[in-house]
């Protein structure tokens, strides 16, 4: 019988040896997917950040080209502020000169060139008159100088103008210095 318990003690060890690979097996099978499943959850970590830090950059480069561009509007605002004393007295000149003399020479011709090519400048670039005769008074558009008053007509209306308003890209560059009307007190009470 010894050849036969060695049989059996050989398919034993047998056995044992195929039971002990196998859970060597298994546990380098299941170190392997807990190192998988760790580096699965550090690379969508990583994916995560850098879509944070792409949408940074790009929320960075918006603010960045806002920031430019409200720069250049602020400075071209500024710019145009100081022109329009330029062509207010451009106008002046050619009010004066037109009430002096009853044709036009060259040297009127010439500054009325001048300020028109200097009013469709500013027009392009984005600067729009204002229109206050027979509009209703408003503070955020006008400085009123006076009042006058009469006996009909719409209250608080512009009447006259002293000085144009303008605007530029939306916003008052200028306000109009304008005089409103104020109906009398005789008129309410009739």
């Known amino acids: 019988m010894n050849q036969e318990e060695d049989k059996v003690t050989e398919k034993n060890k047998s056995s044992n040896e195929e039971t002990l690979n196998q859970d060597l097996v298994q546990e380098e099978l299941t170190r392997l997917k807990e190192a998988l499943e760790k580096q699965e959850k550090e690379s969508i970590g990583y994916l995560e950040q850098i879509k944070r830090l792409q949408a940074d950059f790009e929320n960075w480069r918006k603010r960045i080209e806002s920031e430019k561009q409200f720069l250049i509007e602020n400075a071209n605002f500024a710019l145009v502020k100081k022109l329009l004393p330029v062509l207010d007295n451009f106008e002046r000149a050619l009010a004066s000169s037109s009430s002096c003399q009853g044709e036009k020479n060259e040297i009127q011709e010439g500054v009325s060139l ?42 608080h209306t ?33």
């Open 114 to 155: 001048i300020c028109r090519q200097i009013s469709d400048l500013l027009k392009e670039e984005g600067l729009v008159l204002m229109e206050t005769i027979g509009k209703p008074f408003d503070p955020n558009f006008h400085e009123a100088i006076g009042y006058e008053e009469r006996e009909e007509g719409e209250d």
């Open 158 to 190: 512009v009447i006259e103008e002293a000085r144009k308003g303008y605007i530029f890209k939306g916003r008052v560059l200028r306000p109009a210095l304008v005089k409103v009307l104020k109906i009398s007190e005789k008129a309410n009470k009739i």
